[in-house]
């Protein structure tokens, strides 16, 4: 039997722990420089990307693992037992399989939920699923969560951002547009109902354009293909994306969502303390610290590191703010994605 929960909600929600996992193998610019026509300088310019984490090909890296991996050091940073997590949410466009939902190993994998409740007679377990939203992922999961536990569906929740999207690019020159974007990586935080209603969500936003679909798509048959693109068995199974189409779109959405959000919570950006942005490309982000006029700390840039890690990125920059001390209590966070759909949204916290 599951866990029956009453629906009684919780005014605020407040982040308590966080943890990332990225895969053992690294893959540098000059790496790739052997690997197709390409060169360091080349995509450092375009990019800023200077190395990746890819997944290994045997099976024992995967999105589960590596979710189960920031899973459990997300869930010990919080310092609580996984037996307290009453749903798991798995952001991801790559998911193991369509079914079972990749969050459901997850939680099993990391005990979330598990228990025996000896009041009422009866195991207890843990909802999941996954969330399918691209590079937009983890944005919109996090304002759903929020209001799961606003409606007193849950009070503890773990949320997962994690994608490895290295299987499905070619590294070789026909694919080196998409191959010298994209890492693997999975960054989780637990999420917990609270009685001050201070913590939270001030302003979120969540779009979608979906007659722009084809600018990034995957696809799997040949129907899934534009009907102005000549469908080729070849590039079934791999990332296809007009760059110039999804630079264009970032560029001119990116700013605007955030006056928006900021509009909606009456705040100005010097009053936001970290904007916490999805890392497609380091042009993107500082042309809107420039739009903005904020200083570098407060919009952190980490995509030298890993790439585009889709739905992980999110997290992948809150950990490195948590880890170097810089996010504190009663800060304000605002969380910026933007990706294939086309999608694009925010959720501007006080934590």
Aim: charged share 20%.
């Amino acid at each position: 039997m599951s866990t029956a929960r009453t629906t009684v909600g919780y005014p605020g929600c407040r982040i308590i722990g966080s943890g990332v996992a990225t895969p053992g193998r690294t893959l540098t610019n000059h790496d790739l420089e052997q690997m197709m026509d390409t060169s360091d300088e080349w995509i450092v310019q375009r990019t800023g990307i200077r190395s990746r984490q890819i997944a290994r090909k045997d099976g024992t890296e995967n999105t589960m693992t590596l979710s189960v991996d920031a899973g459990r050091r997300a869930i010990a940073d919080a310092g609580i037992d996984p037996s307290e997590i009453d749903l798991v949410m798995l952001a991801t466009m790559t998911p193991e399989y369509t079914c079972p939902p990749t969050a459901c190993r997850v939680a099993m994998e990391i005990g979330a939920g598990k228990g025996r409740d000896e009041g009422a007679n009866h195991d207890r377990y843990a909802g999941a699923w996954d969330f399918s939203g691209a590079c937009c992922g983890f944005v919109f999961a996090l304002n759903n969560a929020y209001a799961l536990i606003r409606a007193g569906m849950a009070r503890t929740l773990l949320l997962i951002g994690a994608d490895t999207l290295s299987k499905y690019v070619h590294y070789n020159t026909a694919g080196r547009s998409t191959a010298i974007l994209f890492g693997d990586a999975a960054g989780a935080i637990v999420l917990r109902g609270e009685q001050d209603p201070s913590v939270g969500v001030l302003a979120q936003a969540m779009l979608s354009d979906g007659s722009r679909w084809q600018e990034l798509y995957l696809p799997f048959e040949e129907h899934n293909f534009p009907n102005d693109v000549e469908p080729q068995r070849e590039l079934l199974n791999t990332v296809q994306m007009n760059g110039r189409g999804v630079f264009k779109f970032a560029v001119g959405t990116f700013p605007e969502i955030i006056a928006q959000t900021l509009d909606a919570a009456g705040l100005s950006a010097d009053e936001v303390d970290h904007f916490v942005c999805h890392q497609s490309n380091a042009r993107i982000l500082t042309a809107a610290r420039d739009r903005f006029g904020l200083d570098e700390h407060k919009l952190h840039i980490n995509i030298d590191r890993y790439g585009n890690t889709v739905a992980a990125s999110i997290p992948l920059v809150l950990q490195d703010l948590r880890s170097e001390g810089k996010v504190r209590e009663g800060q304000r966070i605002m969380f910026v994605g933007f990706g294939g759909g086309l999608t694009w949204g925010t959720s501007l916290w006080q934590v």
